[in-house]
């Protein structure tokens, strides 16, 4: 089964509508940040960057540096700003956590919100989204998959 994310980041739009002036959106690498540009354009906001949460992750120990290993890209002053946090999917809230705890490596925001397309449920840590396109709750043995391919976003149901 597949869903089509272009879609889903209409509808996050919409539920988000006019944010303040100064939001800043940035997004989670890697699908995180795919759909925050997408996200930044159709809100007219400013695109803050991505974040890297790998070195930030409570499972690091198990799962090690991934290969494509990326930096976190902030082109903005994290100190006083209103950040607009943004995913692909939340099911733990451990990659959040994680997130939250590289952005204030960078400084202290005046205010953080979360913006995810799917919300999976399962949440082993209490992180909410103020703002989600979809709910899908999905059985523990299948995960949600985010490709990009010819500049479309599409998510794919997956066995894990």
């Known amino acids: 089964m597949q869903l089509d994310a272009e879609q889903l980041i209409d509808v996050l739009a919409e539920k988000i509508g006019a944010t303040d002036e ?28 991505s974040i890297a949460v790998t070195l930030h992750r409570d499972d690091f120990a198990h799962r090690g540096l991934h290969p494509q290993k ?39 925001p005046k205010r953080v919100r979360l913006a995810v397309l799917i919300d999976r449920a399962g949440r082993e840590l209490p992180i909410e989204a ?3 396109a979809m709910t899908l709750p999905l059985d523990p043995n299948q995960a949600l998959d985010l490709t990009r391919a010819d500049g479309h976003l599409r998510f794919e149901i997956l066995p894990r």
């Open 22 to 49: 100064g939001t800043v959106v940035v997004g989670i690498h890697s699908g995180g940040a795919w759909i925050a540009e997408r996200l930044a354009t159709r809100l007219g906001r400013a695109l803050g960057g």
């Open 130 to 132: 103020q703002f989600v």
């Open 70 to 108: 990326q930096s976190t890209a902030l082109d903005f002053s994290v100190d006083g700003s209103d950040v607009l946090l943004v995913d692909d999917v939340l099911e733990s809230g451990r990659t959040v956590r994680a997130a939250l705890n590289e952005l204030f490596d960078f400084g202290r």
